[in-house]
């Protein structure tokens, strides 16, 4: 057994002792500040995925980390049991700046969407009258929204749902970006259409302009929850706080996630009107961790930073950025490419390189991004990336493909 372990060489690969349900690049991290990240060789890397946008203020952000700090030294954890200083500025400062009116703390995007889809059934059967147990929630085709036996049952990406059945029954799917499906699939019984503005882990996926517009009236006149997933959209990814203010669109409930954490810890919350969150009544939902004092003072700091819509400002502007960029790479090994903000979906040509091979490459040039479904790349770094930094990334991705497309011509 020559396998090194993290004791004898301070660098050893997780894979030893750690389920093999990912397949991480050959990069072992051990630092990190900004939008960089330096593994225990002492090489630094540019990145490009900002933990699925996790990640959004970057890496160590200053305030975020004062927050932190200061927070651990005084109370870190009371449990709900009890109430503490922090939790209602949280839930107002969060609601102020969602434009909503009331919020549940979780930890994990999955948990929020689990909170979001108990509270859509619970409203179902309390307010609109659906017959108990027959609640219907409506989901779109290439949807991710968490790790959940639940969730993962109303996923069609088989990796995610195949061996972990059997699955909960109640939600119906139907192609995304397809306002008409979503019209046909509602029934008396139907309690909430779940979606994400901008499917992310299916390659950034951006629906036409008028889906979203069209499922929320159809929402409205049928008496439907629009339930919309912003925890990969949302807090700035896009160039807007939320995702749907891009459209013009108001959900009943937004399920909150990953950046509302800071990269720090996890922070999830449900967010939406009084009258829907008021289904919940003491004793029937909960979490041991949600809504914690550390967890707040992080999130707080997080609202805070979003506050100035400084940070929104700048996720359009470098999109623009990033979209010019990209753009020139388009049939010169990249078939397709969907920006929303400074965020980007990538479809490289297949016949010239799996999305793994690209990012292998990109990580020897020190760029550090993720393949998503086959030849797609996303990338969504931290929102605090210089536009030269996005510049040169984007150079070395038109590098990567030159180098494939020019040993493509020696085969031939
Ligand atoms: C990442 C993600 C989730 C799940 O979040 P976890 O914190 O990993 O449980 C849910 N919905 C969307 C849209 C996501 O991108």
Redesign the pocket.
């Known amino acids: 057994m020559t396998t090194a372990t993290a004791g004898e060489t301070g660098r050893a690969s997780s894979a030893a002792h750690v389920a093999h349900n990912y397949n991480p690049l050959p990069v072992i991290a051990e630092y990190a500040a900004g939008a960089w990240i330096t593994d225990t060789d002492g090489r630094r890397y540019l990145d490009m995925l900002g933990a ?1 946008s996790a990640m959004n203020f970057g890496h160590g952000h200053p305030r975020l980390v004062a927050a932190a700090r200061a927070q651990l030294e005084r109370m870190t954890l009371v449990s709900r049991a009890f109430d503490h200083n922090l939790l209602g500025e949280f839930a107002a400062r969060l609601t102020a700046l969602t434009g909503t009116e009331m919020m549940i703390p979780m930890n ?4 929020a ?1 689990e909170t979001a889809i108990k509270i859509a059934r619970k409203w179902a059967y309390e307010v609109k009258g659906v017959p108990d147990g027959r609640a219907e929630i409506i989901v779109a085709a290439g949807n ?4 959940t036996t639940t969730i993962v049952g109303f996923s069609d990406d088989p990796g995610a749902r195949n061996g972990f059945g059997p699955y909960t029954p109640g939600f119906i799917s139907v192609p995304y970006g397809d306002a008409d499906a979503v019209a046909r699939a509602v029934t008396p019984n139907t309690a909430a259409v779940l979606l ?1 503005p901008v499917q ?2 299916a390659g950034v996926i951006i629906p036409p302009p008028d889906y979203l517009p069209a499922v929320r009236r159809l929402c409205t006149e049928r008496g439907v929850l629009f339930v919309a ?1 912003e ?3 949302g807090l700035g990814r896009t160039g807007t706080t939320l995702a749907v203010e891009r459209v013009g669109v108001t959900p009943d409930l937004v ?1 909150l ?2 950046a509302l954490g800071g990269g720090i810890v ?1 922070v ?1 919350a449900v967010v939406g009107r009084r009258e829907i969150l008021g289904v919940l009544r003491p004793g029937q939902h909960g979490s041991t961790f949600g809504g914690n004092p550390l967890a707040c003072a992080v999130g707080l700091a997080v609202v805070e930073l979003l506050s100035d819509g400084y940070f929104q400002r700048r996720a359009a502007r470098l999109g623009d950025v990033l979209a010019e960029q990209l753009n020139r790479l388009r049939g010169r090994g990249v078939n397709q490419l969907r920006t929303a903000g400074l965020w980007a979906g990538i479809d490289i040509d297949p016949e010239l390189a799996t999305g793994r091979q690209i990012c292998e490459r990109l990580a020897t040039r020190g760029i550090l991004a993720k393949d998503t479904h086959g030849s797609t790349i996303r990338l969504s770094p931290p929102l605090v990336i210089e536009e030269d930094e996005l510049v040169w990334a984007v150079g070395e991705l038109g590098a990567v493909l030159a180098e494939l497309e020019s040993n493509r011509g020696v085969r031939r």
């Open positions: 699925y994990t995007g999955a948990e969407v991710f929204h968490g790790r994400e992310g882990e997933d925890v990969q959209s399920v996630g990953k996890p999830s």
